[in-house]
């Protein structure tokens, strides 16, 4: 199975960091830090973050 980087992930569906931001309800600067591994994707964000990219939870590599 291959998982997917949210930074990939967010390239495939075009979007900028600003926009997948404010479709899973965070700010720019957690979406940023997410995608470069500075913190982790909150517990209560993972499940949006699937939906939001139409992936199962098991694709998305987080760190």
């Given at each position: 199975?291959?998982?997917?980087?949210?930074k990939?992930?967010r390239?495939?569906?075009n979007?900028?960091?600003?926009?997948t931001?404010?479709?899973?309800?965070?700010?720019?600067?957690?979406?940023?830090a997410?995608?470069?591994?500075i913190?982790?994707?909150?517990v209560?964000?993972?499940?949006?973050?699937?939906?939001?990219f139409?992936v199962?939870?098991?694709?998305?590599?987080?760190n």
């Open positions: 199975m291959r998982q997917y980087t949210l990939e992930l390239a495939r569906k979007e900028t960091q600003e926009q931001a404010m479709a899973l309800g965070v700010s720019t600067q957690t979406y940023n997410w995608e470069k591994s913190s982790n994707v909150a209560s964000k993972v499940n949006a973050v699937a939906r939001h139409g199962k939870l098991g694709d998305i590599f987080l």
